[in-house]
């Protein structure tokens, strides 16, 4: 991760609204808060592994494609496995970008 994302992520957790009372509550929003940084940085890893992916198939790079594929792959899987996305949203996605995928290399 960059810097710059770094912090902004640091700033949003900083200025959220919620006012914990209780010792509980406050912990829970640490966990809660820990546990969004997690979750945003699973959710960029696919998109920008999707973003890479359609990059190379604008331009034309077929074998870079099953690369990325498995990467896609990888950072899917992960975040199902820790409940970021569901499972079958992972495996819709993972689904089109196959098909996407065949659809390239039959050009």
Known sequence: MNGKY??????LL??????????SAKKALRNSNKKRVFNIRRKKAVESAVKELKGFIKEGKKEELLKVYS????????????????????????????KLIKKAQAK
């Open 6 to 11: 770094c912090q902004n992520l640091a700033y």
């Open 14 to 23: 900083g200025c959220l609204p919620h006012m914990p009372i209780t010792s």
């Open 71 to 98: 990467k896609i792959q990888k950072a899917l899987d992960k975040a199902a496995k820790e409940h970021t996305l569901s499972k079958n949203t992972a495996s819709r996605k993972k689904s089109r970008i196959s």
